[in-house]
């Protein structure tokens, strides 16, 4: 399998609720991006990584958000004290830093987890 | 900021009907311009995309010409099928760069039927 891979597919969580999502980028991915798509949107920037490096959160929306990626490939998104408001799909997308034929640095994403609070 | 408006939805078309998906951004500078589909149960794909004023992206028979002018990247097709039913998300991303993050529309979603 080449492709990211994000589990678990399906989570749901009762109110209050930590839970921890998962994205296993492509192999040699050096950057890794997260995104929270809430139903009927886009979806909207959390986080970026560049190997471990945390470059950019300006996207997450409470510091109840929390993410890492410690040996600078899986990646974990760790919601705490989970609220209603959090109900979304959170798609994971990793690219290279070498840019492709036309210099893109095209993001792949993963099929996404979606997250349902209860 | 960096804004992305995509016409509303749904859109229901015949098989072999044309198609145009509408979409015009905001943002400062030179911005690369995507288009994405998002096929039932399957996550989101890149379908094309143009990197500078007045390049044309193509592929699967769809196109969208990256319009400065009326800062537009409207889709089209000119004979849709029903496996092109899916959600369809407009959008940029402001510099080419590893750490250029996505800025998306909100999606409309094209049923197409028999």
């Known amino acids: 399998g080449a492709g990211v891979s994000q589990s678990p597919r399906y989570k749901v969580a009762k109110r209050g609720q930590d839970v921890a999502l998962r994205c296993d980028p492509i192999s040699g991915h050096v950057s890794l991006f997260w995104y929270q798509q809430a139903l009927g949107q886009g979806p909207e920037f959390l986080t970026y990584?560049?190997?471990?490096?945390?470059?950019?959160k300006s996207g997450l929306p409470s510091d109840r958000f929390f993410a890492e990626r410690p040996e600078g490939s899986v990646s974990t998104l760790k919601i705490q004290r989970t609220q209603q408001e959090d109900s979304a799909v959170y798609l994971c997308?990793?690219?290279?830093?070498?840019?492709?034929?036309?210099?893109?640095?095209?993001?792949?994403f993963g099929p996404g987890t979606r997250l349902t609070v209860t | 900021g960096n804004s992305v408006t995509q016409m509303e939805g749904p859109v229901t078309l015949s098989e072999e009907a044309f198609l145009t998906i509408n979409c015009t951004y905001t943002?400062?500078?030179?911005?690369?311009l995507f288009w994405y589909v998002q096929y039932p149960g399957e996550g989101l794909q890149l379908l094309l995309k143009?990197?500078?004023?007045?390049d044309k992206g193509s592929n699967k028979g769809f196109e969208a010409t990256y319009r400065k002018e009326t800062t537009s990247f409207h889709l089209e097709k000119g004979s849709v099928q029903v496996s092109d039913s899916a959600v369809y998300f407009c959008a940029l991303r402001p510099y080419t760069g590893a750490n250029s993050k996505l800025t998306f529309g909100k999606g409309i979603t094209l049923s197409v039927r028999p």
């Open positions: 943002a400062t500078g030179y911005p690369s």
């Open positions: 990584f560049q190997n471990e490096a945390q470059l950019d």
């Open positions: 997308a990793s690219s290279s830093t070498l840019p492709g034929l036309n210099r893109s640095y095209e993001q792949y």
């Open positions: 143009a990197t500078k004023a007045d």
